[in-house]
């Protein structure tokens, strides 16, 4: 299936549940810190499966975690020189 802007979630629930899966381990509780390759990592696997494109701005990412965690990600992303506005694949694509 592909994923069109605006479709509603009730649609994509298969999609959903794969990326709840990729998200597990950033999302527990006792998580307080995050790597730039994981964030990296998930990144990626998001971009391959379709939830999100490439040239989507970095922020975008915060809608896959929970809103509390969000901060722990950005907070790695901009310690490592990254700005949430630049795109995914500034992220994502080999130095």
Known sequence: MAITQGQPLRELSP???QLDRL???MTSSDRDSYSIDEIK???RQ???CGAVDDQQPIWV???FIAPGE???MEEE???NHY???EHIADLITNE
């Open 15 to 17: 999609i959903r549940k």
């Open 23 to 25: 998200f597990e381990d």
């Open 41 to 43: 990592n998930e990144a």
């Open 46 to 48: 998001l971009v391959e």
């Open 61 to 63: 990412l915060c809608e």
């Open 70 to 72: 969000c901060l722990g």
């Open 77 to 79: 992303i901009e310690k």
């Open 83 to 85: 700005l949430l506005r």
